[in-house]
């Protein structure tokens, strides 16, 4: 939406510019639209700046800001199309009618844009780490729209921010996204996963949407010159009985067991479990 505006903006100023005499040539038009989408980007920019004059980061949101939700949404579909990264999703079916904690393997610092792009009926919030919220720009949009910044290094905090979340979806009814692993995988082989994620359900009493994505580590490495093909798939949603029966630990391992058999298939992952033990 955001791109075809741009675009529209680009050709109406184009198209004025020439029908005014402002240029003669028609060698013009191509800089002239180029020159107008650009000073449409900048503009927008310029907006965002403006906005975030008014959006504090000094005290704890009350509820998230669906303005700033919208704008998020907004703006990562515009960056995914100048990326060229196409998206193909299966199993939203599935998803819950009530709040619920997404899992998903992390491969890629664009991991949160995709699921964002694909997940935009939904109301969802990401559990992060703090250096994000410094981000100019993006830090006041993320933090009143629902996000969580969480200290990996205090055990103390990070559990303060769990219980945060918890209550936010129970308050709210916004969906909560965290990545077990903790971090980017850079071999594209999954990392140990931390409890959190499944404490935070069961202190929400929240349903599980177990994830998997493949491709988004080939962004950095193709953007604008190769289409990338991203695959995401939601391969199950734990129930909350599940949830409140089932230890944080047996959780972690059921979203780990199957995310690994979506990813590299349940012969591999089979081998690599003989492998470890």
Not at 202 to 230: C, H, N, Q, W, Y
Request: glycine fraction near 6%.
């Amino acid at each position: 939406m955001l791109n075809l505006i741009f675009l529209l903006l680009s050709v109406f100023a184009t198209v004025g510019t020439y029908a005014f005499g402002a240029v003669s040539s028609l060698w013009w038009i191509p800089l002239l639209l180029i020159g107008g989408y650009l000073a449409a980007v900048i503009v927008y920019l310029l907006f965002l700046w403006v906005c975030t004059w008014f959006l504090p980061t000094k005290k704890p949101i009350s509820k998230p800001k669906p303005f700033c939700r919208f704008m998020i949404r907004v703006t990562m579909e515009w960056v995914m199309t100048l990326l060229h990264i196409k998206v193909e999703i299966r199993g939203l079916e599935k998803m819950p009618d009530e709040p619920c904690v997404v899992v998903c393997n992390h491969r890629s610092d664009f991991d949160p844009m995709t699921l964002l792009a694909v997940l935009k009926n939904r109301k969802i919030a990401y559990i992060s780490k703090a250096s994000n919220f410094k981000i100019p720009l993006v830090g006041p949009f993320i933090f009143h729209a629902g996000f969580l910044a969480i200290d990996r290094e205090n055990a103390v905090r990070a559990v303060r921010t769990l219980k945060t979340a918890a209550h936010r979806m129970q308050e709210t009814g916004v969906d909560i996204g965290i990545y077990p692993e903790g971090t980017r995988s850079r071999t594209n082989k999954l990392l140990r996963f931390k409890s959190g994620a499944f404490v935070l359900a069961k202190d929400a009493d929240a349903p599980i949407a177990v994830m998997s994505t493949k491709g988004t580590e080939l962004i950095s490495k193709r953007a604008i010159f190769r289409r990338v093909r991203v695959k995401m798939e939601i391969l199950e949603v734990i129930g909350k009985q599940d949830v409140r029966t089932m230890s944080a630990e047996e959780l972690s391992a059921r979203s780990k067991e199957l995310i690994e058999i979506s990813l590299y298939g349940a012969k591999q992952t089979k081998a690599g479990e003989a492998a470890e033990s």
